[in-house]
């Protein structure tokens, strides 16, 4: 039997909705998810199931709430500093492994390397990790910029790069340098500031302001 148009909008809303159920970033669960609750409502609405049209409605006004709430919500951001044998990171790194490594392919730990470690802290709860080392002329090499799923939103790539800014510079740096290890690492890094250099690296210069950057 040949489906309808109708029928392949209620098949494409629930396809939508399933997808969003796989999302570890609240924030991606939340887009999907609208994307589905207006498109059921819409089916709904358009075969007259009332019942089913107001319960998307409602749940395409929870997620417009939440999604408004993360984008307008001032968060508490703070740095940890950990020294190169601190358990908690040693475990940190450990759980979150497998994760890490599909944004860092190969990256291996060197607790000689990463002589600027912190975590980054988010409403006091661990947002991610920050390991880098210092290279002469006042390069801050960064090694791993990690955010743990539920905080992916960039905000924590914009504290760590303008929040931090004045704190870098006044500690010598005048750039970050960064390999873009993959094509998901390489669209953070350019969301927060970064531009491919002549050697194919990816270079965020301290003294510049926000405005005067690259596209």
């Not at 800014?165 to 873009?180: M, N, P, S, V």
């Amino acid at each position: 039997m040949e489906l309808s148009h109708l029928q392949w909008i209620g098949y494409a809303a629930s396809g939508i909705i399933a997808l969003s159920m796989t999302m570890n970033s609240i924030l991606k669960f939340r887009w999907i998810n609208l994307c589905g609750a207006v498109t059921f409502a819409t089916y709904s609405y358009l075969f007259v199931a009332y019942p089913v049209g107001i319960l998307n409605t409602f749940i395409a006004s929870v997620d417009i709430f939440y999604l408004t709430r993360i984008y307008t919500k001032k968060d508490l951001f703070d740095t940890l500093e950990i020294r190169k044998d601190n358990k908690y990171l040693l475990k940190f790194l450990d759980f979150h492994q497998k994760e890490i490594n599909r944004f860092f392919p190969g990256f291996t730990y060197k607790p000689d390397l990463n002589t600027v470690s912190f975590f980054v802290l988010r409403d006091t709860n661990v947002a991610g990790i920050f390991l880098a080392h210092a290279e002469p002329g006042g390069v801050l090499k960064v090694g791993l910029d990690y955010v743990v799923p539920q905080y992916r939103d960039y905000k924590n790539g914009k504290f760590l790069y303008q929040g931090l800014r004045e704190k870098f510079i006044q500690a010598g740096f005048k750039k970050a340098i960064a390999a873009g290890l993959s094509p998901r690492h390489e669209k953070y890094l350019q969301r927060v500031g970064f531009v491919r250099n002549g050697d194919g690296l990816w270079e965020l210069e301290f003294g510049k302001q926000e405005g005067s950057r690259k596209p």
